[in-house]
């Protein structure tokens, strides 16, 4: 089980490699966001208006991420691969890789969002990149499954981003209140209970992926 | 009427027909700003249970559905969501209604107004994902598998997110909930039957819905094959 989880990761990661468009794309999709907002807002002297743009620009850039993960594997491929690997390791591999893809794009947005709009109040860090830790392995559970379902459907792409934003909403309002008390360097021990709550959600929706993705996977 | 299989159809009749009675004309306390408006806990709060016990059948047919694969099941699951989403919509505006009389206004971003308009969202993107999969087995294997998803995820929301945040609603954030109007519990033995009624009213619904739409299906199938000789 370790050993098929591991070869499936290592093509998936060979494959992104192989065509980097793909993940170009979506890193120039997010720094073109976050200048379309730049150029947009100019400034925002308001750090909770700051970190909610933040996490609307990661929400949107995870559903385009994580909208691949099914769609690309073409119908072949995806009897191949029916054929050789169990769906268990299929779908802790997909939702490992978007784990590592959300945490790359986590990285490079907060960077440009840091870069093009200045100022930042982010008073305690290590809170802020420990909460965006978290919330990178949550998008990745919740979204890698609803991309399986979007993508067994006739218009995927919509159905994608109507299928994530309701289910996604408790996360990303604990994500939001994680770091709103990180920018306002709040201390730590007060935030232990929202951590707490964004790990019994990444917990209870990477249990959930595991357990239905074998109904989503036969056709 | 088969009396000893249909007694719940009965004891629905006539609950609603109590709640309705006691409702509108039994004795209420009189409380500033709500006035007679307290009235609506007999309507408002029993759509919620009505709701969330009908979207709780839906899950189990989906589970169901995913065991056995019957095409029965997805039936029920489906009119299930149907009737828990209209009764959700009927909470919403007995809510509504109530909240222009005495909050002053129809809506406010409030925690628990947000939870409803989530799971109306919620069940509004499962109808989309049913109507965009054509093959039958396939919607009812990926619908039932969102509902299992969105339904543990909307209990979650509605779990954790009322204490995050402060509530304008009764009940939450130090504003009394009908619990301190009742201490003479004149209110309660309105309140419990009415709960039960409407849940009651609500399985109702869904039976007849589910019963009509198997003979659809059988009409459709009888008609393609006379289509076919």
Known sequence: MMKEVSILLRKEILLESRQKHALNSLILYLVSTVFVCKLCFRAIP???????????????????????????????RFIYLYSVASPQAVIISKVLYNILLMLLLTGIGFLVYLVLLGNNPVQNMPLFLLNAFLGSIGFSAILTTMSAIASRT???????????????????????????????????????????VLAGINVITAVLSYLLFPYLWKD | ???????????????????????????????????????????????????????????????????????????????????????????????????????????????????????????????ILRGS??????????????SIFAFVMMIVFVLILPRMEDSLHPGNGGNPGFSKYDLDSKMRMVFYPAVLGWILLGVWILNVRARLAKMEEIVLNNDLEMKEL
């Open chain 2, 133 to 146: 999969v054509e093959d039958e087995q396939k919607k009812a294997r990926l619908s039932a598998v969102y």
């Open chain 2, 1 to 127: 009427m088969n009396i000893q299989k249909n007694w719940w159809k009965l004891l629905a009749s006539l609950l609603l027909l109590y709640t309705v009675i006691m409702g509108f004309a039994g004795e209420v306390p009189a409380r500033d700003i709500l006035n007679e408006t307290i009235r609506n806990l007999y309507f408002h709060v029993p759509m919620w249970f009505g709701m969330i016990s009908l979207l709780f059948i839906s899950v189990i047919y989906g589970i169901r559905y995913l065991n056995k694969g019957k095409a029965e099941d997805d039936i029920y699951a489906r009119e299930a969501a149907h009737t828990g989403v209209t009764m959700g919509m009927l909470g919403l505006i007995t809510g509504s209604l109530w909240a222009r009389y005495t909050w002053g206004t129809w809506w406010t971003p409030d925690t628990k107004l947000n939870g409803a308009a989530i799971t109306m969202l919620i069940y509004f993107a499962y109808f």
């Open chain 1, 46 to 76: 308001d750090p909770g208006s700051w970190n909610a743009l933040f996490w609307i620009i990661m929400l949107f850039s995870s559903i385009n991420a994580a909208g691949k993960s099914f769609v690309q594997d073409s119908r072949a």
């Open chain 1, 154 to 196: 006739s218009n995927s792409f919509t159905l994608m981003a109507v299928l994530s934003f309701p289910l996604i909403l408790p996360l990303l309002m604990t994500l939001i209140r994680i770091s709103k008390n990180a920018i306002d360097g709040i201390d730590s021990s007060v935030s232990y209970k929202y951590l707490f």
